[in-house]
């Protein structure tokens, strides 16, 4: 009876098994923040793509406005055609004076940078030697002399022989040339200039001692001088001589100095195949001086039609030059006009001044943009406003700023 009552009492009071709360309370709440992100993600989301797809409708319905460009037509002129090159100047008359002779400076009868004019004594070399030397031989010159007019009149009157006479003859010349060849010494130490020119900066000073061939002073004649040059033998076709030519040099970058073209040489360079040239140009004022750098144009006879532009409105690139036109097109909605820019490759040619020819690629009255191209794109919208455009010369002068 016990027993039974045990076993009731033990089975009536087995707990039954369930989750604990506070694991159900944790589920809850983790199941409420996942949900809560998923629902800010999506949120987010959808606040993206409605401002993608706003953005991409405004990009659609957004013109560009257009851009301001400067115009300039394709002109027509006649163009003298011009060879060019770079070359030097040298003197007409040019010479490195130089000491025939050794000995010491005992004058200097010029001022360096001066004029000097032809047989002007420019130093004097110390000759009291060939002085002394001199005043003997002409002595026994004037005894050889005396003795030889003696022996003519002993000759005459037959007292003396043929042979006598002739002797004496020949010691007068012996002494005479003993005297002329003192009188050459001294006459080259006595240094003059050969020509009418401009001395340059002496090397040389009162007492010093000068050895053969030192150089003493450079004298230039300047009135008139030679720019000297050369061409590519496929030009030599199209040179002769007295074609008109103008210089230019970066001493003066606003002068030109006219001249003729005067020597053609006679060959070819075999190494460049170029073919040397000169030009005489007139330099009364003595601007231009031998050794000047400068750049040449031999004008040709002939004219021909050329079409230019200036030469800001060329875009130069490796792959080919270009150009933006400005042409009409009509808008089909609309139906007005509007200015549009194409972009056209052309050849260029020689350039003038601001402008450069255009030999293929645009015909007369074209316009096209003048300044800026770099920054342009081919079907772009444009306005033109030329009021700010520089003014293209063909002549153009620089001024200070």
């Known amino acids: 009876m016990n027993t039974n009552l045990l076993s009731h009492s033990s089975r009536s009071s087995a707990p039954v098994t369930s989750a604990p709360p506070q694991k159900r309370r944790t589920r809850s709440a983790v199941f409420k923040v996942v949900a809560g992100l998923v629902a800010v993600f999506l949120l987010i989301a959808g606040i993206k793509v409605w401002q993608i797809m706003t953005l991409v409708s405004a990009g659609k319905k957004m013109v560009m406005p257009p851009t301001t460009v400067t115009s300039s037509p394709v002109q027509k002129g006649d163009w003298q055609p011009t060879l060019t090159a770079v070359g030097s100047i040298n003197p007409v008359q040019g010479a490195m004076i130089s000491a025939e002779l050794p000995g010491t ?24 030697a060939e002085q002394a030397q001199l005043r003997a031989a002409e002595a026994e010159d004037e005894l050889a002399k005396a003795d030889l007019e003696r022996a003519r009149d002993l000759a005459a009157r037959k007292v003396i022989s043929s042979a006598e006479l002739d002797a004496a003859s020949a010691k007068y010349g012996q002494k005479k040339a003993v005297v002329e060849n003192i009188q050459s010494v001294i006459a080259k130490k006595e240094i003059r200039a050969p020509f009418d020119g401009a001395a340059g900066i002496r090397t040389v000073n009162p007492g010093e001692m000068v050895p053969v061939g030192r150089a003493l002073v450079t004298l230039q004649a300047l009135d008139r001088v030679f720019f000297d040059f050369a061409l590519p033998q496929q030009q030599l076709s199209e040179v002769k001589p007295d074609l008109s030519v103008k210089v230019m040099t970066d001493v003066f970058p606003d002068r030109e100095f006219d001249g003729k073209l005067t020597a053609i040489n006679s060959a070819v360079d075999p190494v460049t ?39 800001t409105a060329v875009s130069y690139a490796p792959y080919g030059n270009s150009v933006f036109l400005i042409e009409k097109k009509q808008d089909d909605k609309t139906g007005k006009d509007s200015l549009v820019l194409r972009q ?8 003038r001044g601001d402008f450069v020819a255009v030999t293929e690629g645009l015909k007369e009255g074209d ?21 700010l455009q520089p003014k293209a010369e063909m002549n153009p002068k620089p001024t200070d700023a």
């Not at 010029?110 to 009291?128: E, M, N, P, R, Y």
């Not at 056209?344 to 350039?351: A, L, V």
Request: aromatic share 6%; hydrophobic share 40%; proline share 4%.
């Open 105 to 128: 400076v005992s004058e200097i009868n010029f001022q360096s940078g001066t004029l000097v004019k032809k047989g002007d004594i420019l130093l004097k070399l110390d000759a009291s």
């Open 273 to 311: 195949r170029n073919v040397a040239l000169q030009a005489t140009l007139d330099n009364a004022d003595h601007t231009l001086r031998p050794g000047m750098f400068g750049r040449v144009k031999v004008l040709l006879p002939t004219t021909k039609p050329t079409l230019f532009i200036p030469a």
């Open 344 to 351: 056209q490759f052309i050849r260029t040619g020689e350039t």
């Open 367 to 387: 316009s096209v943009v003048g300044i800026g191209v770099f920054k342009l794109r081919n079907g772009m919208d444009v306005v033109v406003d030329n009021t």
